[in-house]
């Protein structure tokens, strides 16, 4: 299968002072990622591991420090963050993002947002412009009333249908949404979900889905992928890692996931990673940065990282020097 977007040791650092010294914050550290057309692809990760830090450098609304973000085989690494919004490869990538209320302009209403993205994204004039908004709109279930209304004057699904409508207008290859359904209340959260996922299959779209919410992205994605501390430690297909998750870390994510896995399962005990995660400021290259929260943690955690490698002969990968193969059973 070709990729449609794919990463090859990205990296992004934040200096920051400690102490009087500049001190480099790894964010998002040498990470290699891949996307296929019409894949749905999940990435996971307590908060601040990197996962917007990383869709920003794939969506090239921010620079690297290093590495490659390759779409559809063209360098963008090369195109500044600040010029991207002009490339001709803007429309068919597109983000939707995590709050509505802050991603809405206020001063615009429902249609003079979509209308904007119409006019940088597909060029059109006035009247088609106008009629493209209205058939936008019907995709995303948006009354053509509301259109003229303010994002004050729409609820939180309302303002969220005209996030995603704004991102669609181009028709993406691909949708890259962080945490789409975050702001929203639980019962709304699932007709968006429901309305991403349909719209995905009409407009024959990948989707780069981040979530803090594992039951989602059990539910739509096809592959996942773990991110700890700037790095991916885990991928594989969704239903393989929740059946039989094999990093320590991502066992104690699906751990913490009521009724997720069996009290009486062998090994439930150690399943879960206690303390906070290690400080993203120049983190020792030279152990594994689990270590201190992993019920493992022996010897060679403590001497070198572990680095992504295959375990078996299927599509999985995993940064442990002692990954479980054990499969739980869920309920
Ligand atoms: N502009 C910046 N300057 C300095 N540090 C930053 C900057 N942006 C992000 N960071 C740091 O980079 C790390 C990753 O942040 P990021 O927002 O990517 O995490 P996240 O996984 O999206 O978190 P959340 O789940 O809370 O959205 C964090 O330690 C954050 O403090
Ligand atoms: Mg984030």
């Known amino acids: 299968m070709s990729h449609l977007l794919e990463s090859i040791d990205l990296q992004r650092y934040f200096p920051v002072r400690k102490n009087g010294e500049t001190r480099q914050l790894h964010a998002v550290d040498g990470i290699d990622f891949h996307l296929a057309a019409g894949e749905t692809v999940g990435l996971v990760g307590e908060s601040g591991c990197g996962k917007s830090t990383l869709v920003r450098l794939l969506t090239r609304t921010l620079d690297p420090s290093a590495g490659q973000v390759r779409f559809r085989n063209h360098d963008l690494g090369l195109i500044r963050a600040r010029d991207m919004a002009r490339h001709p490869q803007r429309k068919n990538i597109q983000m939707v993002f995590q709050d509505p209320t802050d991603s809405l302009n206020p001063r615009y209403t429902a249609r003079q947002t979509i209308a904007e993205s119409v006019r940088l994204l597909c060029g059109l004039g006035r009247a088609q412009a106008d009629a493209r908004v209205d058939e936008v709109a019907d995709w995303v279930g948006l009354p053509h009333a509301l259109l003229e209304r303010y994002p004050h004057q729409l609820s939180g699904g309302q303002k969220a249908r005209v996030g995603i409508a704004r991102a669609i207008v181009s028709r993406p290859a691909l949708l890259v949404l962080d945490e789409p359904t975050a702001a929203l209340d639980v019962s709304v959260q699932t007709v968006i979900l429901q309305l991403l996922d349909r719209l995905k299959r009409e407009l024959e779209m990948s989707f780069l889905f981040v979530s803090h919410d594992l039951n989602v ?115």
């Open 217 to 331: 992205v059990r539910l739509l994605c096809d592959r996942v992928l773990v991110m700890y501390l700037g790095q991916i430690v885990e991928s594989g297909n969704t239903d393989a890692v929740f059946h039989a998750p094999a990093h320590p870390y991502t066992r104690a994510l699906i751990a913490s996931l009521p009724g997720a896995i069996d009290g009486q399962t062998p090994g439930a005990a150690d399943l879960l990673v206690g303390g906070d995660p290690q400080s993203p400021i120049d983190p020792d290259p030279n152990r594994c940065r689990l270590l201190g929260r992993c019920p493992r943690g022996l010897a060679p955690c403590a001497e070198a990282a572990p680095v992504l490698s295959a375990i078996d002969d299927s599509p999985r990968q995993v940064a442990c020097f002692y990954p479980t193969l054990v499969q739980y059973a869920r309920h």
